[in-house]
């Protein structure tokens, strides 16, 4: 699954431009994620310098991205995007402006295991036999 991940606010506390202490587990816990299989992306409303600092910080930690503020990681070289939409494409997003706020990171992780069991049940079951389902009530 393609994880898109904020920054400031989700896996820092807000100190922009600086950048603020780890939010416990968030770390550790996008690691884990990256274990599984994940691709992680790098998605925050930094850019240069500031990105570069925001990329370090994780790198220092044993985390790294797929990419940043792209689907991929060759496009993360360029500063303008000549036409070409910013918009990440991703199956998650994980922002601390999502409806209802930032979970802690041990559900995050927690609901993402739970979201993928659920979509390779789904897959197992087949489109039909999950039409059939549905519908047999």
Not at 64 to 81: C, L, Q
Not at 116 to 124: A, C, M, T
């Amino acid at each position: 699954m393609t994880i898109a991940v904020d920054f400031d606010g989700t896996i820092v506390v807000h100190k922009f431009p600086e950048i603020g202490e780890e939010v416990p587990g968030a770390i550790d816990t996008l690691k884990r994620l990256k274990r599984d299989g994940h691709k992680l992306i790098l998605w925050t409303a930094r850019d240069g310098k500031l990105l570069e600092d925001a990329i370090a910080f994780c790198k220092e930690r044993g985390l790294t991205f797929y990419s940043a503020n792209s689907n991929f990681p060759e496009d993360s070289k360029f500063k303008e995007n000549k036409g070409f939409s910013t918009k990440i494409l991703a199956d998650l997003y994980i922002d601390d402006h999502n409806l209802g706020g930032l979970p802690d990171w041990e559900t995050i992780y927690e609901m993402i295991t739970d979201f993928r069991e659920q979509r390779r049940k789904r897959r197992k079951l087949g489109f039909f036999a999950r039409l059939r389902k549905r519908y047999s009530k």
